[in-house]
Antibody, heavy 121, light 111 residues
Framework: QITLKESGPTLVKPTQTLTLTCTLS??????????VGWIRQPPGKALEWLAL???????RYSPSLKSSLTITKDTSKDQVVLTMTNMDPVDTATYYC?????????????WGQGTLVTVSS | SSELTQDPAVSVALGQTVRITCQGD??????ASWYQQKPGQAPVLVIY???NRPSGIPDRFSGSSSGNTASLTITGAQAEDEADYYC??????????????FGGGTKLTVL
C-alpha cells in the first residue's frame, strides 16, 4: 500500500522559515518516472502546486514562489522535505504531498492527508 | 506560464449527466488528470490519461479531450459526487516546460 504523510509545525511566525517533511511508504522515489510533489490549499481556495522532485534529483518549482522554496530528498529515509522562507500570513494553508507519475500519463496519486500550517504572530 | 481555466460552479440534477471542463494551451500537448475533493479531505484522483480510472472509481466518471479543452463527465450523478473538482496538467510553455498546473476548481452541486 502506497502512503505519504506530511509532518511539520502547525504554527509559524511571519518571516520564519517553514520546514515540512513528507514520509513515503510503499514506493521508491528512485523508480523511473516517479516523483513527489508538494501542493497547498489556503482555506476555502484552490489547489496550488509548489514543487516537484524526482529520483534523479531533478527539481521543479512554481515560478511565482521559486525564490522562497527548496525541495530535497533523503532516499535513505524515504523522505522529501520542503522549505519555504519568509513565511507570511497569506501562506496559511493545508500543505499536501503526493506521489507524481510522470511516465506516460501524468498524475498525482495518492495524496497525503495534508497538514494545516497557520502563519501568525 | 500557461493556465488552466475551470468554471467556478456547476450544478446537476440527481441522476443526470454533467460535464466539467478545463481549458488551457497545455492540454493540446498533455492529457489532464482530474481530482475530486470533498470538504475536509485530501484530493482523490478520479481520471488520468486519455480516459483511465484508478481502481475504486465508479465507471460513471469519464474523461475526454479536444483541442485545448479537457472534460470530466459524470453520467448519472449521485449525491456523493457533490464535491470540488480540479484538473491538472504539465506546463508546455517556454521556460516553464515541465512545471505543473492546476485549474481553479469547479464546485459541483447535485440537486
Amino acid at each position: 500500500q502506497i502512503t505519504l504523510k506530511e509532518s511539520g509545525p502547525t504554527l509559524v511566525k511571519p518571516t520564519q522559515t517553514l520546514t515540512l517533511t513528507c514520509t513515503l511508504s510503499g514506493f521508491s522515489l528512485s523508480t523511473t518516472g516517479v516523483g513527489v510533489g508538494w501542493i497547498r490549499q489556503p482555506p476555502g481556495k484552490a489547489l496550488e502546486w509548489l514543487a516537484l522532485i524526482y529520483g534523479d534529483d531533478d527539481k521543479r518549482y512554481s515560478p511565482s514562489l521559486k525564490s522562497s522554496l527548496t525541495i530535497t530528498k533523503d532516499t535513505s529515509k524515504d523522505q522529501v522535505v520542503l522549505t519555504m522562507t519568509n513565511m507570511d500570513p497569506v501562506d496559511t494553508a493545508t500543505y499536501y504531498c503526493a506521489r507524481y507519475n510522470d511516465y506516460t500519463d501524468k498524475w498525482f496519486d495518492p495524496w497525503g492527508q495534508g497538514t494545516l500550517v497557520t502563519v501568525s504572530s | 506560464s500557461s493556465e488552466l481555466t475551470q468554471d467556478p460552479a456547476v450544478s446537476v440534477a440527481l441522476g443526470q449527466t454533467v460535464r466539467i471542463t478545463c481549458q488551457g494551451d497545455s492540454l493540446r500537448t498533455y492529457y489532464a488528470s482530474w481530482y475530486q475533493q470533498k470538504p475536509g479531505q485530501a484530493p482523490v484522483l478520479v481520471i488520468y490519461g486519455k480516459n483511465n480510472r484508478p481502481s475504486g472509481i465508479p465507471d460513471r466518471f469519464s474523461g475526454s479531450s479536444s483541442g485545448n479543452t479537457a472534460s470530466l463527465t459524470i453520467t448519472g450523478a449521485q449525491a456523493e459526487d457533490e464535491a470540488d473538482y480540479y484538473c491538472n496538467s504539465r506546463d508546455n510553455s517556454g521556460n516553464h516546460l515541465g512545471n505543473v498546473l492546476f485549474g481553479g476548481g469547479t464546485k459541483l452541486t447535485v440537486l
